[in-house]
């Protein structure tokens, strides 16, 4: 996929992400509009908190419980690049190659149709690296019209809709992708409201997993604890903290060569 030149577009990630050495990796896509890295929704943000309208407690949740984080950015720079190339360049840099088999996905909105494009460009990751994926009100135009790999995405997945009914309530669905209710009508908090469902259901595949495999239980959760990724991500609300550095990312299928760019734990990166 041709991916147009970007040099304001980034993405951040953990630093084991970054060196693909991180055995689970959550992965955040948010919708279109004006809405940017680590944004569900600038409106609840403005009106309520940062907290309930960011992806900041994703990303603490997603750590504790030993994964490492991708965020996306794909409105940064639209005149240049889509949201769909965004991910698919941030995947094949810190996915495609990784030794990760653990992926799970959480998409708000066109996050939805966003990740249906990264199934048809990584068909080979979505049928065995991608264990969940989890979608806040999801605008999705079809599936990827591919018969396996639909079937395994409808096996899945969970959309959480808008309902005035309790969260987590079976909502009927006609698109394959199980729908369930969010627990609000209002579909800027979709992503907040089923933060909770999320990470149990999360907690669970976990579980599930770890009976399948001796791997998971060998690995130091401890290495993604620490509150210093969500600290600064937190930070670039206002500023670039000093121990925030670029790091370069090539187009897809075309590697990069050594980056001056370092960091100690936290990766920003630059798509170029």
Same mark, same amino acid.
Request: aromatic share 8%; charged share 25%.
């Given at each position: 996929?041709?991916?147009?030149?970007?040099?304001?577009?980034?993405?951040?990630?953990?630093?084991?992400?970054?060196?693909?050495?991180?055995?689970?990796?959550?992965?955040?896509?948010?919708?279109?509009?004006?809405?940017?890295?680590?944004?569900?929704?600038?409106?609840?943000?403005?009106?309520?908190?940062?907290?309930?309208?960011?992806?900041?407690?994703?990303?603490?949740?997603?750590?504790?419980?030993?994964?490492?984080?991708?965020?996306?950015?794909?409105?940064?720079?639209?005149?240049?690049?889509?949201?769909?190339?965004?991910?698919?360049?941030?995947?094949?840099? +810190?996915?495609?190659?990784?030794?990760?088999?653990?992926?799970?996905?959480?998409?708000?909105?066109?996050?939805?149709?966003?990740?249906?494009?990264?199934?048809?460009?990584?068909?080979?990751?979505?049928?065995?690296?991608?264990?969940?994926?989890?979608?806040?009100?999801?605008?999705?135009?079809?599936?990827?019209?591919?018969?396996? +790999?639909?079937?395994?995405?409808?096996?899945?997945?969970?959309?959480?809709?808008?309902?005035?009914?309790?969260?987590?309530?079976?909502?009927?669905?006609?698109?394959?992708?199980?729908?369930?209710?969010?627990?609000?009508?209002?579909?800027?908090?979709?992503?907040?409201?089923?933060?909770?469902?999320?990470?149990?259901?999360?907690?669970?595949?976990?579980?599930?997993?770890?009976?399948?495999?001796?791997?998971?239980?060998?690995?130091?959760?401890?290495?993604?604890?620490?509150?210093?990724?969500?600290?600064?991500?937190?930070?670039?609300?206002?500023?670039?903290?000093?121990?925030?550095?670029?790091?370069?990312?090539?187009?897809?299928?075309?590697?990069?060569?050594?980056?001056?760019?370092?960091?100690?734990?936290?990766?920003?990166?630059?798509?170029?």
């Amino acid at each position: 996929m041709k991916i147009a030149e970007s040099k304001l577009s980034f993405f951040f990630a953990n630093h084991k992400v970054i060196q693909k050495v991180a055995p689970k990796i959550l992965v955040l896509i948010h919708g279109n509009g004006a809405v940017r890295a680590r944004q569900w929704s600038r409106k609840i943000i403005l009106n309520s908190s940062l907290e309930k309208g960011s992806q900041l407690p994703f990303i603490k949740m997603a750590n504790d419980q030993g994964y490492g984080a991708i965020v996306t950015n794909g409105n940064q720079e639209l005149q240049r690049m889509s949201p769909e190339d965004h991910a698919s360049a941030v995947w094949e840099k +810190l996915i495609t190659g990784s030794c990760c088999d653990h992926v799970i996905i959480i998409a708000h909105s066109y996050g939805g149709q966003v990740t249906m494009n990264l199934a048809r460009c990584f068909p080979g990751d979505f049928l065995h690296r991608v264990k969940a994926v989890y979608l806040a009100d999801s605008v999705r135009y079809g599936m990827t019209g591919i018969p396996l +790999l639909d079937q395994r995405l409808c096996s899945i997945s969970l959309n959480y809709v808008t309902s005035d009914r309790d969260c987590d309530t079976p909502i009927e669905f006609e698109d394959g992708i199980k729908s369930i209710s969010s627990g609000t009508t209002s579909h800027e908090w979709t992503s907040w409201y089923s933060l909770p469902s999320i990470f149990g259901n999360i907690r669970t595949l976990d579980k599930d997993l770890s009976r399948e495999t001796s791997t998971a239980s060998k690995f130091d959760h401890g290495e993604f604890r620490d509150s210093e990724f969500c600290a600064a991500i937190a930070a670039v609300e206002l500023n670039f903290d000093k121990n925030l550095h670029f790091r370069k990312v090539q187009k897809p299928k075309e590697r990069s060569g050594s980056s001056a760019f370092r960091c100690k734990k936290i990766c920003p990166g630059t798509i170029l």
